[in-house]
């Protein structure tokens, strides 16, 4: 079977070896040795500068700490083309999403429609950066302090990627990430919350740990955010092979797009002046039809892409219902082709020529 992708596992004595620095120092939550090692690790290889990091038990959590923070009950102005926990974040915290349509080449938010969904109820804007390809920042930046609103970016494919010579988590007022298991850097389920303001990490550091200040008193509310030690041994175990998996990944991508149709396929366009991290292949057909073909063809052969992102956000039944063209038009025929370290050049080839064979 290929799915769509595959956990990168490290060699399990290396992630023994991290475990056991746990069990010796018999702690194994509240953040300890280990936790306080990735971070590190993480902030040196993210080249962060400006923002600080602060790992999370998983990469919902840190949407949800960022809009009880920012978003105030308030309308969110967000995108209908993103994973489901975008919406679900912004509805679980009580705020309203108002959905701006996307950008038909680059699959992030339309920066040139947002200015016409700001309301005086409006108090964030949260865009993603679909598959790691980053929004417009420095526009929606501008429309952001034009309005005094927050800008809270769901950057949970953005593991490594650079925009304008700089880590893409340096950007809004918060980002986030995830390191599930699918991700191209892992803790087995996992997240990071960055930001740049000292007050604002302050009250994202208390939020994400009960309010705590120390064990008896209490800065104000919050939930459990925490991650694990062993957790963060698995990503101090992965952590060496990142450079390793970025590059693999790259050349499977490579595969596809020198050998895929493309009189009958589109790809994302990336964003001028990125590092894009090859953490997604996502591929359009021409309409949705065509899409179900191959993938019956693919299922077939046992072949497991994913139809990512599907359906638009903007149609799920507890947001309130509006019309959003080019999202509802690319998830109906948008697909992400299997991507992963192991995967093989015979794999891949395999299933680009199932593909063209199905096009032709």
Same mark, same amino acid.
């Given at each position: 079977?290929?799915?769509?992708?595959?956990?990168?596992?490290?060699? =399990?004595?290396?992630?023994?070896?991290?475990?056991?620095? +746990?069990?010796?120092?018999?702690?194994?939550?509240?953040?300890?040795?280990?936790?306080?090692?990735?971070?590190?690790?993480?902030?040196?290889?993210?080249?962060?500068?400006?923002?600080?990091?602060?790992?999370?038990?998983?990469?919902?959590?840190?949407?949800?700490?960022?809009?009880?923070? =920012?978003?105030?009950? !308030?309308?969110?102005?967000?995108?209908?083309? /993103?994973?489901?926990?975008?919406?679900?974040?912004?509805?679980?915290?009580?705020?309203?999403?108002?959905?701006? *349509?996307?950008?038909?080449?680059?699959?992030?938010?339309?920066?040139?429609?947002?200015?016409?969904?700001?309301? *005086? $109820?409006?108090?964030?804007?949260?865009?993603?950066?679909?598959?790691?390809?980053?929004?417009?920042?420095?526009? %929606?930046?501008?429309?952001?302090?034009?309005?005094?609103?927050?800008? %809270?970016?769901?950057?949970?494919?953005?593991?490594?990627?650079?925009?304008?010579?700089?880590?893409?988590?340096?950007?809004?007022?918060? /980002?986030?990430?995830?390191?599930?298991?699918?991700?191209?850097?892992?803790? +087995?389920?996992?997240?990071?919350?960055?930001?740049?303001? *000292?007050?604002?990490?302050?009250? %994202?550091?208390?939020?994400?740990?009960?309010?705590?200040?120390?064990?008896?008193?209490?800065? !104000? =509310?919050?939930?459990?955010?925490?991650?694990?030690?062993?957790?963060?041994?698995?990503?101090?175990?992965?952590?060496?092979?990142?450079?390793?998996?970025?590059?693999?990944?790259?050349?499977?991508?490579?595969?596809?797009?020198?050998?895929?149709?493309?009189? $009958?396929?589109?790809?994302? /366009?990336?964003?001028?002046?990125?590092?894009?991290?090859?953490?997604?292949?996502?591929?359009?057909?021409?309409?949705?039809?065509?899409?179900?073909?191959?993938?019956?063809?693919?299922?077939?052969?046992? %072949?497991?892409?994913?139809?990512?992102?599907?359906?638009?956000?903007?149609?799920?039944?507890?947001? $309130?219902?509006?019309?959003?063209?080019? /999202?509802?038009?690319? +998830?109906? $025929?948008?697909?992400?082709?299997?991507?992963?370290?192991?995967?093989?050049? *015979?794999?891949?080839?395999?299933?680009?020529?199932?593909?063209?064979? +199905?096009?032709?």
């Amino acid at each position: 079977m290929i799915p769509v992708t595959k956990t990168f596992l490290p060699p =399990l004595e290396e992630y023994t070896q991290q475990v056991q620095r +746990a069990y010796h120092n018999n702690w194994i939550t509240n953040r300890g040795e280990l936790v306080l090692e990735l971070e590190e690790k993480l902030r040196v290889f993210l080249q962060l500068k400006e923002s600080k990091i602060l790992i999370t038990n998983n990469g919902t959590i840190p949407l949800q700490i960022a809009l009880k923070l =920012l978003g105030k009950g !308030g309308e969110i102005i967000t995108t209908p083309f /993103s994973y489901v926990a975008t919406t679900a974040a912004i509805v679980w915290e009580n705020c309203t999403p108002v959905f701006v *349509d996307i950008h038909p080449d680059y699959l992030t938010i339309d920066e040139t429609k947002i200015e016409a969904a700001i309301t *005086d $109820k409006t108090t964030c804007i949260l865009a993603t950066h679909v598959f790691g390809n980053p929004c417009n920042v420095t526009e %929606i930046d501008r429309i952001a302090k034009k309005y005094n609103l927050k800008v %809270i970016y769901d950057a949970a494919h953005c593991f490594g990627v650079i925009h304008q010579g700089k880590s893409i988590f340096e950007y809004g007022d918060i /980002s986030t990430c995830s390191f599930h298991a699918t991700k191209l850097f892992h803790t +087995a389920e996992g997240g990071a919350i960055f930001c740049k303001d *000292d007050k604002l990490f302050h009250e %994202i550091y208390y939020s994400h740990n009960f309010g705590h200040d120390g064990p008896l008193e209490y800065h !104000g =509310l919050g939930i459990n955010g925490k991650i694990s030690e062993l957790n963060a041994a698995m990503g101090l175990a992965v952590f060496p092979y990142i450079n390793e998996i970025i590059e693999k990944r790259k050349t499977v991508a490579e595969v596809y797009t020198h050998n895929l149709d493309k009189a $009958k396929l589109a790809f994302m /366009s990336i964003r001028q002046d990125t590092i894009w991290n090859y953490g997604y292949f996502p591929v359009l057909f021409q309409n949705e039809p065509q899409l179900l073909q191959t993938l019956q063809l693919l299922n077939e052969e046992l %072949i497991f892409p994913r139809r990512y992102f599907y359906p638009s956000l903007n149609t799920l039944h507890y947001v $309130k219902a509006s019309q959003q063209k080019v /999202s509802e038009e690319v +998830a109906s $025929k948008i697909i992400c082709f299997p991507i992963y370290s192991t995967i093989t050049h *015979d794999e891949v080839e395999k299933i680009v020529g199932i593909i063209n064979q +199905a096009l032709a």
